[in-house]
């Protein structure tokens, strides 16, 4: 499946972006987990937050979590990470991924968020 992210910038710490994960060539009801990695300069992937297919279940990195809402919307086939209260080390790429039995783990191309203080 293809993902592709958008939604990503350059925001004061404080601020508030929105991220967005659509899936091209298959329905997400019939993708597993998604979920947002991010990868900071010099620093290992990780793994942000992650939601199930009906989205009854999510997770989030300690770092993120109360400020970062993941949610998904499988009529639009897209993915959401609501980012409040950014911090500057919340800057990185971030990418969105996407489980399907069988199939190894879909990746998007990445979108970087900025985060100034």
């Known amino acids: 499946v293809q993902l592709v992210e958008s939604g990503g910038g350059l925001v004061q710490a404080g601020g508030s972006l929105r991220l967005s994960c659509r899936a091209n060539?298959?329905?997400?009801?019939?993708?597993?987990?998604m979920g947002w990695y991010r990868q900071a300069p010099g620093e290992q992937r990780e793994l942000v937050a992650s939601?199930?297919?009906?989205?009854?279940?999510?997770n989030y990195a300690a770092s993120v979590k109360g400020r970062f809402i993941i949610s998904r919307d499988n009529a639009k086939n897209t993915m959401y990470l609501q980012m409040n209260s950014l911090k500057p080390e919340d800057t990185a790429v971030y990418y969105c991924?996407?489980?399907?039995?069988?199939?190894?783990?879909?990746w998007g191309q990445g979108t970087q968020v900025t985060v100034s203080s």
């Open positions: 939601i199930t297919t009906g989205g009854g279940s999510t």
């Open positions: 991924t996407a489980e399907v039995a069988g199939h190894a783990t879909s």
């Open positions: 060539g298959r329905s997400t009801w019939t993708i597993g987990t």
